[in-house]
């Protein structure tokens, strides 16, 4: 069973930075796809950052430049570096796993099979 339980979320003002991790188990990350998803209230949920077993990011438009994703396999774990946040980058993040190593879809949803509890972020203005 995959289990992936989320981390590092909270409260930060406009232009600061948070690290999101994602601690993964029953599941190796360096050879799923792996993603950071957000839902803000009222919103579809969208994606952020993927990565691929090749270890290959694939970034949404509106985080590309800002957020860094990586893995590290010894701790098999998924992280999200935030740098620069702003207001809209305020809402629930969420990591997720892919049956598959790749994905020509790395950012869809309909990717993955495996998701996170999730973690709150809120950034203020």
């Known amino acids: 069973q995959v289990q992936l339980v989320e981390s590092g979320g909270g409260s930060v003002q406009a232009g600061g930075s948070l690290r999101l991790s994602c601690a993964a188990s029953g599941a190796t990350v360096t050879r799923s796809c792996m993603a950071w998803f957000r839902q803000a209230p009222g919103k579809e949920r969208e994606g952020g950052a993927a990565?691929?077993?090749?270890?290959?990011?694939t970034y949404a438009d509106s985080v590309k430049g800002r957020f860094i994703i990586s893995q590290d396999n010894a701790k098999n774990t998924l992280y999200l570096q935030m740098n620069s946040l702003k207001p809209e980058d305020a809402a629930m993040y969420y990591c997720s796993a892919a049956r598959s190593g790749m994905s020509s879809m790395p950012l869809s949803k309909y990717e993955y099979s495996y998701w996170g509890q999730g973690t709150q972020v809120t950034v203020s203005s």
């Open positions: 990565i691929d077993n090749s270890g290959t990011p």
